[in-house]
T-cell receptor
Framework: DVKVTQSSRYLVKRTGEKVFLECVQD?????MFWYRQDPGLGLRLIYF???????EKGDIPEGYSVSREKKERFSLILESASTNQTSMYLC???????????FGPGTRLTVL | GIQVEQSPPDLILQEGANSTLRCNFS?????LQWFHQNPWGQLINLFY???GTKQNGRLSATTVATERYSLLYISSSQTTDSGVYFC???????????FGKGTTLSVSS
């Protein structure tokens, strides 16, 4: 079975803090993704990566950066957390192309 | 971009009832997935079904790609089926999934 894990289920941070969300997959997938989910707005893509050290902006990249130094790990970084980044963050991976995406358990981030 | 519409938005059932959830999409797709979001927020993969019919226990799905819709059938519903069901298709760039707004299912005993 594909397994995607995320470093925290719940996280509370203060405005201005630098925040790291970690995602690890164990299926040697090429592609990894970060989405955020908000009531009324649904799921939106923040960034994705199709290879080590490669990244592409999604629909809402502002205020975020990413890092993929190893194939299995994809990190989302909030350089200076703001209250409007309070959200549910979901990581996903896929073998690439049109293949199925698999999601991690999610991280509920609250920025105070 | 591709639009994904799900219906109905909400569904309330008694345990044991059957239901059909619908997903319409506005353009041809090479990837269509159905998910169940559990109360803790995790998206559970139900089906990867760009075309045809698949079954998994009490759940089955059919995608008619030429008519741009997919159906998810839940038979003999149980309280554990409660949650939000999402349909998602791959965007035309082949990168992100585009999600519908979901169907919220509540099954009572």
């Amino acid at each position: 079975d594909v397994k995607v894990t995320q470093s925290s289920r719940y996280l509370v941070k203060r405005t201005g803090e630098k925040v790291f969300l970690e995602c690890v997959q164990d299926m040697d997938h090429e592609n990894m993704f970060w989405y955020r989910q908000d009531p009324g707005l649904g799921l939106r893509l923040i960034y994705f990566s199709y290879d080590v050290k490669m990244k592409e902006k999604g629909d809402i990249p502002e205020g975020y950066s990413v890092s993929r130094e190893k194939k299995e790990r994809f990190s989302l970084i909030l350089e200076s957390a703001s209250t409007n980044q309070t959200s549910m963050y979901l990581c996903a991976s896929s073998p690439g192309g049109d293949h199925e995406q698999f999601f991690g358990p999610g991280t509920r981030l609250t920025v105070l | 971009g591709i639009q994904v519409e799900q219906s109905p938005p909400d569904l309330i059932l008694q345990e044991g009832a059957n239901s059909t959830l619908r997903c319409n999409f506005s353009d041809s797709v090479n990837n269509l997935q159905w998910f169940h979001q559990n109360p803790w927020g995790q998206l559970i993969n139900l089906f990867y079904i760009p075309s045809g019919t698949k079954q998994n226990g009490r759940l089955s799905a059919t995608t008619v790609a030429t008519e741009r819709y997919s159906l998810l059938y839940i038979s003999s519903s149980q309280t554990t089926d409660s949650g939000v069901y999402f349909c998602a298709v791959l965007n035309q760039a082949g990168t992100a999934l585009i999600f519908g707004k979901g169907t919220t299912l509540s099954v009572s005993s």
